[in-house]
């Protein structure tokens, strides 16, 4: 009978729990918007959303890589999972505390009835015309009755969806703890490194690929939808790290036992043997380490782009350009709304995902990470700036998306085994924290995005401020990419990676 091989399903468990983290983000992005607007959301305040998500990821990010060091790394992604399973449910409920008792409204013949945000009016009776904004209706011919939701400013369900997307945030700061663990798990090989971080990092995309374009069809049926099937998940994947998830102390000690009969295995490896003879470096703590700041700030420049998609997309979809909004039904709007921001996903998903895994590992084989890196920079930045520039139909969209998905495909994977690898070699006896530190660059970066991208798009439909954005967009992922090479430039000249090419008598 074939032994288990418990790496291969702890880091398997790994994936899973990184795609329970991101369904909150990537899955539930296309209904975001149209779902704000339906508890009664003002643009401002759905890009508050995504603040509260990530200003609360700052703190996890505190607690969780330390528990993880002294608890242990399973008891640590149970409560991270468990917990998100509750905040999904939370967000997902939002829409039951919202909305306002319904009144009827008679309408003489040609009156012009001013509405009001999400009045969700239905005609009764008679002959009705909705302006394109939806704010006002005509009455055509005999008197006309109206159906709607009273204007009475209730935000009870959107503070529900802050408190259930600042709940999400506090429970999902696992990435620095599933670096470390799948780190430990692989090293001293460094093509298992980067390969299962490859796959870790397309697990994110497979989950946006895969499960966006669902999200946007079963928004018919329900716009919260998406998050009661990211509980589900989340639930699932719980049960899953309970039963087979191991710590690393665990699978280390079952694979020194399988190994007894093998003792001479390791002899036989030079690459392993010259790995075990480096001394370990010894240096200042990571926060004295100024390519970890490189980092960071770095981090900061192109996680406040990335995560501005999540409220700029919908909003350039709802501009009247795409001709997404039906004047006779709010709710027709809003699905449309929903499905389009789902489809224009589906070639960035793709691209990313192949980019990501195949691409990168032979475009990197031929020019390496550093000129990977800058080649995925320049065609995401360059596209990311001309999103409001050079679209006014869906499709073009679907190709400028996608060939941004297909840059940042390639960027990612260039950059993560190269910092893990640097964490591990210049901290050895800190990696975890070495390997947070410019994750709360990303986190920072996700808080500041949503709202400044927010408040420069305004709550008014401007097409210049809308295309303003968008190149805002370019030049801070731009930034953020310089800042990398900066890093990856000290990283090569650091004692720690030098180090690695001397031999041991050396």
């Avoid at 899973?16 to 959301?41: C, E, H, K, L, S």
């Avoid at 369900?157 to 990435?175: I, N, S």
Wanted: proline share 4%.
């Amino acid at each position: 009978m074939a032994k288990i091989d418990w790496a291969s399903v702890s880091f398997a468990i790994c994936v899973f729990v990184n795609m329970v983290d991101v369904m909150g983000m990537f899955f539930t992005a296309p209904v975001m918007v149209p779902y704000g607007r339906q508890i009664g959301a003002s643009n401002t305040e759905i890009g508050a959303f995504s603040t509260a998500r990530f200003a609360m990821g700052i703190v996890s990010m505190l607690w969780m890589p330390s528990l993880a060091d002294k608890r242990g790394t399973k008891l640590c992604l149970m409560i991270s999972v468990v917990g998100t399973a509750i905040a999904y449910g939370m967000q997902g409920n939002s829409h039951h505390l919202s909305g306002c008792s319904r009144g009827r409204h008679e309408l003489l013949s040609e009156q012009n009835f001013i509405l009001w945000e999400n009045h969700r009016c239905a005609v009764i009776s008679g002959n009705v015309t909705f302006a394109a904004d939806g704010l006002s209706a005509v009455s055509k011919g005999a008197t006309s009755v109206l159906e709607c939701d009273d204007n009475c400013g209730n935000k009870a369900g959107v503070l529900f969806m802050l408190a259930g997307r600042a709940l999400a945030g506090f429970f999902g700061g696992t990435q620095p703890v599933l670096r470390a663990y799948v780190s430990k798990l692989s090293l001293p090989n460094m093509s298992v490194l980067k390969f299962r971080l490859t796959i870790l990092f397309a697990s994110m995309q497979a989950g946006n690929f895969a499960l966006a374009p669902i999200a946007g069809l079963i928004s018919r049926w329900g716009l919260y939808l998406p998050w009661y099937i990211a509980c589900g998940t989340a639930i699932l994947v719980a049960c899953f790290t309970s039963c087979l998830f191991m710590n690393i102390e665990d699978v280390k000690r079952l694979e020194a036992v399988a190994s007894q009969p093998k003792e001479t295995d390791q002899e036989q490896s030079p690459q392993w043997s010259k790995d075990v003879e480096v001394p370990a470096y010894v240096g200042p703590p990571p926060h004295k380490d100024i390519v970890l700041w490189i980092l960071l700030i770095g981090f900061i420049f192109v996680f406040q782009t990335v995560s501005a998609f999540v409220v700029l997309l919908p909003l350039l979809l709802s501009q009247e350009r795409f001709g997404l909004d039906d004047p006779l039904s709010v709710e027709t709007s809003r699905e449309n709304l929903a499905a389009a921001t789902s489809l224009v996903m589906i070639p960035h998903g793709i691209l990313n995902l192949v980019s990501s895994t195949v691409g990168f590992l032979l475009i990197s084989s031929k020019i390496g990470d550093r000129n990977t890196m800058r080649l995925g920079a320049i065609l995401a930045a360059s596209m990311f700036a001309v999103y409001g520039l050079a679209s006014s139909e869906v499709w073009h969209l679907l190709v400028l998306h996608g060939v941004g998905g297909m840059g940042i495909g390639i960027f990612v994977p260039a950059v993560s085994p190269s910092i893990q690898r640097y964490a591990n070699l210049a901290h050895n006896q800190r990696a975890a924290q070495a390997s947070a530190m410019p994750l709360f660059g990303m986190q920072i970066g996700m808080v500041i995005g949503p709202l400044m991208f927010g408040v420069i798009v305004g709550e008014e439909e401007d097409r210049l401020r809308m295309d303003i954005a968008w190149v805002i967009a370019g030049i801070s992922f731009a930034t953020g990419s310089l800042l990398f090479d900066l890093a990856f430039r000290q990283m090569g000249r650091h004692p720690a990676i030098r180090m690695q090419s001397l031999t041991p008598e050396q």
